[in-house]
């Protein structure tokens, strides 16, 4: 039977890096998937991970199953980390925290839950938005419909295009936010435009949904919540997929959270049950290690601290080397204004460049980017920084 089945399209984002590790060029470089690589074009164990792995190493007496939520003082963590120490959410447990395969499996795992057990048949993602989320909404049954957000010419967020377009969204519908550092174009929305949007989507009586998978990547590990603590004092409800991959760094031990936030604490349990019976269903119970790890080091003081300063140094590097480009590129005499490139938060620049430029990027010098001229900055260095413009230069 399965000589009926043809090939799947390769992934926007990992495939490329197939790709990438099919070309024999030396001098490649990959600004494709969201990676933060350090200045000498590596992508480090943070140290605070290696520590933590080191207790765990020494303290484990098990390997037994995980609950099906996982581990209890990972939820505590996330949600401390989510909503701020003493949270009125916290206090009055009205949020659940299920430890999930990364923010990839949170998503999957809320839009299960949102179709299965809310009814919930459309999500509203914004235009444009990482390339993953119309795989992971439509593989749940979500019909996929976009508001707008970016405007192209100003290089800046269309809050009024987007109003205009979230006027739209209906009672018992979804709507999916990027808590900060948005995925591909790097501009969130302001302090006033979130209470606005906080506002206008209570009114509406649909469900807020965030994709919060870069905290600590934008302004600051507490800053970068501001939008979801907002959305929370004006919405009841809401759910939340986080991820640790990049603020941990722990990529491939898909560590992430989905976290549901009820009206009261006896809504939260019965919703929550569900949740867990969806995972049960799907995968059963997460891997430990990699939460395990983000729980040692969130509840532990000294660690804590240290993990901020780590976060700070990739988000500072990476800011750092927006500046170099935007620099680099005038210096290369490349036409055109890109300071817009240093305002962008989190690791990527949506750059304009054209599916053309992208193809000839790959194809006559081997710079990776991703077909929607997303280019991640967090794979910048100074090493690559002169071949990188010298080839932009000669295709803009
Ligand atoms: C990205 O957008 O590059 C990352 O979130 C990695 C991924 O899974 O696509």
Redesign the pocket.
């Known amino acids: 039977m399965f000589e009926q089945v043809s090939m799947a399209p390769a992934d926007p ?2 495939g490329l890096t197939d790709a990438f590790k099919k070309d024999s060029r030396e001098d490649k470089i990959n600004l ?4 933060y690589k350090n200045e000498m074009g590596q992508t480090p164990i943070l140290a605070t991970v290696k520590e933590a792995e080191k207790r765990l190493l020494a303290e484990e007496t098990t390997k037994s199953y995980l609950t099906i939520e996982g581990i209890a003082a990972f939820g505590e963590a996330v949600q401390t980390l989510l909503f701020g120490q003493d949270a009125e959410i916290i206090e009055s447990k009205r949020a659940r925290t299920a430890q999930v395969p990364g ?2 499996g949170a998503l999957r795992t809320g839009a299960d839950f949102a179709v299965k057990k809310l009814g919930i048949k459309k999500i509203w993602v914004s235009n444009p938005t ?3 989320h119309g795989n992971v909404f439509k593989t749940s049954g979500l019909e996929v419909v976009t508001y707008d957000y970016y405007n192209a010419e100003t290089k800046d967020l269309d809050f009024d295009a987007m109003l205009a377009s979230l006027q739209s969204v209906e009672a018992g519908d979804m709507v999916l936010f990027h808590g900060c550092c948005h ?2 174009t790097g501009i969130d929305p302001t302090q006033e435009q979130w209470e606005i949007l906080a506002k206008l989507i209570a009114e509406t009586g649909a469900i807020p949904f965030f994709d919060f ?1 870069y905290q600590g990547f934008g302004k600051g590990v507490q800053e970068d919540a501001q939008g979801l603590r907002v959305f929370a004092e004006h919405n009841t409800e809401l759910l939340i997929a986080n991820s640790f ?1 990049k603020n941990f760094g722990l990529y491939n031990e898909r560590v992430g959270g989905i976290t549901l936030v009820a009206k009261d604490s006896d809504i939260a349990d019965a919703a929550f049950s569900q949740i867990k019976a969806g995972i049960r269903s799907n995968y059963s119970n997460p891997p430990a290690h990699g939460a395990a790890v983000v729980a040692t080091i969130l509840n532990d003081k000294a660690l804590y601290a240290q993990w901020e300063e780590e976060v700070a140094v990739m988000r500072n590097r990476i800011q750092e080397m927006r500046d170099l480009f935007v620099a680099t590129l005038k210096e290369k005499g490349v036409e055109g204004d890109f300071s817009f490139i240093s305002r962008q938060l989190g690791m ?1 620049s949506f750059s304009g460049l054209t599916v053309e430029q992208v193809n000839t990027l790959k194809e006559e010098f081997g710079v990776y980017i ?1 077909g929607s001229g997303r280019i ?1 900055v967090a794979g910048m260095t100074k090493n690559n920084m002169q071949p990188l413009c010298d080839a932009l230069a000669k295709v803009i």
């Open positions: 984002i990992l494709g998937v969201g990676i923010g990839t990482w390339a993953n995925n591909p998978a991959s990527f991703v991640s």
